[in-house]
């Protein structure tokens, strides 16, 4: 069984400041990792995906994230945020032939 | 990148009637496809694997003669809620899944916003 947990429902920091989405796994086979981001009303928008090749990737809009098996994260950074970086962020997790299963959810908010 | 379309974005319907929602993978093909359900500020439910030419493969909880799912061809996959009544109320998302190397990713549609009434 696999399962994602995101540390913290609502994240808010100031216009560029560092984005740092928690994000936890844990999975009995080696796991696909991805982040998505959702805007208001739509659906989700790949932002990067991690599958066993290198453990630093990164992703659209400047995002980027770390795969660390030793601490079973995959935690999403930004080092400067932009009020249109302002969304929910999901972290999901899946193996070979499995759904995705996602965390609840990460709201971003930047402050001006 | 890969995109997906869904049609309707949103409708109204009345209590009792059935509605019909499309997800088309539009630049490449997706022998599989899901269906998600999204309630406000929650994260999506996953409610049934769609795969073309087969039945789906439903979701525990999730009642397969209410939510139709047909996978005709490998570009489409329909979404019908028979006797819609205001619980089914929602957000609806699929996603299709492009092979990409040695792995699966799902893209994920607009959604449709259905409204009973």
């Known amino acids: 069984a696999q399962s994602v947990t995101q540390l913290g429902s609502h994240v808010s920091v100031s216009e560029g400041a560092l984005v740092l989405l928690r994000c936890n796994y844990s999975s009995s086979v080696p796991p696909y990792l991805f982040w998505y981001v959702q805007y208001p009303n739509q659906g989700l928008q790949l932002l990067l995906k991690?599958?066993?090749?290198?453990?630093l990737v990164k992703g659209i809009n400047g995002f980027e994230a770390e795969f660390k098996k030793s601490e079973t994260s995959f935690h999403l950074t930004k080092p400067s945020a932009h009020m249109s970086d302002a969304a929910e962020y999901f972290c999901?997790?899946?193996?070979?032939?499995?759904?995705?299963?996602f965390g609840k959810g990460t709201r971003l908010s930047v402050i001006a | 990148g890969a995109v997906v379309s869904q049609h309707p974005s949103w409708v109204i319907c009345k209590s009792g009637t059935s509605v019909k929602i499309e997800c088309r993978s539009l630049d490449f093909q997706a022998t599989t496809m899901f269906w998600y359900r999204q309630f406000p500020k929650q994260s999506l439910m996953l409610m049934a694997t769609s795969n073309e030419g087969s039945k789906a493969t439903y979701e525990q909880g999730v009642e397969k003669d209410k939510f139709l799912i047909n996978h005709a061809s490998l570009t489409l996959s329909t979404l019908t809620v028979t006797s819609a009544h205001p619980e089914d109320s929602s957000f609806y998302i699929c996603?299709?899944?492009?092979?990409?190397?040695?792995?699966?990713?799902?893209?994920f549609g607009p959604g449709t916003r259905l409204t009973v009434l």
């Open positions: 991690y599958t066993s090749a290198a453990t």
């Open positions: 996603s299709a899944v492009m092979r990409e190397g040695t792995t699966d990713t799902q893209y």
């Open positions: 999901a997790v899946s193996a070979e032939n499995t759904p995705l299963v």
